[in-house]
């Protein structure tokens, strides 16, 4: 799976996580970004990324994700072991 897929799925997983179906994301895009990314949606999105990437992530890995770039590049890492 290359980035761009990867970025397409998280898009989909970000839109139902933030009940925002017309949500456009980026690479560099934060939290600060999105309305309602709060630490609670964080626990949301980290568990339906889990879930539809079929991988686990463990506290070190995402207190260092800091952009949507950050999880692509985790995620890659993930499926590609």
Not at 23 to 46: Q, R, Y
Not at 49 to 68: A, G, H, P, R, Y
Request: aromatic share 6%; proline share 2%; glycine share 2%.
């Amino acid at each position: 799976m290359n980035s761009d897929e990867i970025l397409a799925k998280i898009t989909t997983i970000m839109r139902e996580t933030f009940n925002a179906p017309a949500l456009v994301i980026s690479p560099e895009m934060t939290a600060k970004d999105v309305k309602g990314w709060d630490s609670m949606k964080n626990i949301w999105l980290i568990v339906a990324i889990e879930d539809s990437f079929n991988i686990k992530l463990t506290t070190s890995e995402v207190i260092k994700v800091e952009s949507i770039s950050d999880y692509v590049a985790l995620i890659q890492d993930k499926i590609s072991n």
